[in-house]
C-alpha cells in the first residue's frame, strides 16, 4: 500500500504559477498527475519514471507545466506556470507505471486525495 499526500494548491490570477508537491509513503516505479473537474473524466497532465529519465505531457499542458521527482523524499512535484482558467481543477498525484499510455487510468495504483486549483481571470 501506497499513501500519497498533496499539497500547494490554492487560487491564483491567470498567468500566475503554482507548484504541486505530492509525497509517497514509500517509493514507487512511476507517478503522475491527473486533474478532474465536477461532471468530467479525470485527465492526465504530466507523468514520470521515479528516476526521472522520461517524462510525458499532456497537449494543454507542454511548455507550461513541468513534473520532477525527489527521490531522496518519495516526492513530485508539478510546477504550473502561465495558468489559464481552463486549468482550474482538484488536482491528483498517482502512483503506478508509466508508459506511452500513462494517460490511461487502470496504469496508476494509487491516488492521493487531491488539491484544488483555482484559476480566475
Known amino acids: 500500500q501506497v499513501h500519497l499526500v498533496e499539497s500547494g494548491g490554492g487560487s491564483v490570477q491567470a498567468g500566475g504559477s503554482l507548484r504541486l508537491s505530492c509525497v509517497a509513503s514509500?517509493?514507487?516505479?512511476?507517478m503522475a498527475w491527473f486533474r478532474q473537474v465536477p461532471g468530467k473524466q479525470r485527465e492526465g497532465v504530466a507523468a514520470i519514471y521515479g528516476d526521472g529519465s522520461q517524462s510525458y505531457y499532456a497537449e494543454s499542458v507542454k511548455g507550461r507545466f513541468t513534473i520532477s521527482p525527489e527521490k531522496d523524499k518519495n516526492a513530485v512535484y508539478l510546477q504550473m506556470n502561465s495558468l489559464k482558467p481552463e486549468d482550474s481543477a482538484m488536482y491528483y498525484c498517482?502512483?503506478?507505471?508509466?508508459?506511452?499510455?500513462?494517460?490511461?487510468?487502470?496504469?496508476?495504483?494509487?491516488w492521493g486525495q487531491g488539491a484544488q486549483v483555482t484559476v480566475s481571470s
Open positions: 498517482a502512483a503506478g507505471r508509466t508508459g506511452e499510455t500513462w494517460y490511461l487510468l487502470g496504469n496508476w495504483n494509487y
Open positions: 514509500k517509493h514507487y516505479y512511476s
